[in-house]
């Protein structure tokens, strides 16, 4: 019998075929000796709707996958289809990686820690008195947190869905004393008392081009971090550096989110260095 672990995990999210995340666990996989497959499970290519995610939760488990990742747009809608959720999970209100353990399914986010470690070696030395952050979904969720725990004072949510965003806020003073979050009213007054600028919705992948904010709104002294990093260099990025903006790109994020999945799939510590140099080795 061989003791070699064996791992399928896979990615359930919508437009998601450009993803990096199955070459990254892979190649993490094949260099510890594992036999190691993940597999992409687009709702797009499947023409499939959150409607289905349960049945695709279902089937995963009865086939044998150890786990999930979950993306847009299903961090939320997947959580009452959770028997359990990691302290982290329930305190953002959001899932990025299921595991199928003991007959259970077990709800983690690392989309949180993922975040805070693309900041502290990108962004360590910012001003983060006032920030704003665009979108309040699940990754929104985890971003905002991760703000809040890397000493944002006052972070400002704006949504395309008002009560969304008013609902992100409330969570987060819940669990930050200070009121440091609220949701946004005026964007223009915002950006213009900002110190740095998050971009947490889908704007400015491949498919949904633009920028989540006016280009009129971005100025030299803002620090601007994305998360999106299909393409790396979003539209918004490319205009705040020619404007001499300090930026961030959304690659550590889904290296870091990746490592910390790939360790709670397989058990086993992943090598976070080598998993870096991967992704930049795909993005080159």
Known sequence: MSTTPSILAGLIGSGIQASRTPAMHEHEGDAQGMRYLYRLIDLDALQMSLDDLPTLISAAQSTGFTGLNITFPCKQAVIPLLDELSPEARGIG?????????????????????????????????ARERVVQMGAGGAGA??????????????????????????????????FPGSRANAGTDLAAAMAEADGLVNTTPMGMAKLPG????????????????????????????????????????????????????????GVQADAGRMVAHFASMNG
């Open 211 to 266: 920028m989540p904010v006016p280009k009129a709104l971005l100025r030299a002294p803002l620090w601007v971090a994305e998360i999106v990093y299909f393409p790396l260099e979003t539209e918004l990025l490319r205009e705040a550096r020619a404007l001499g903006c300090r930026t961030l790109d959304g690659g550590t994020m889904a290296v870091f989110q990746a490592v910390k999945a790939f360790e709670l799939f397989s």
């Open 142 to 175: 985890a971003v905002a947190h991760a703000l809040l725990i890397e000493g944002v004072q006052q972070l400002t949510i704006f949504d395309v869905d008002t009560r969304r965003a008013q609902a992100l806020a409330d969570n987060l003073n819940q669990h």
């Open 94 to 126: 959001a899932v990025n990686t299921v595991v199928f353990q003991h007959g259970k399914r077990i709800g983690h986010n690392t989309d949180c820690l993922g975040f805070a470690e693309g900041f502290r070696r990108g962004l360590s030395d910012v």
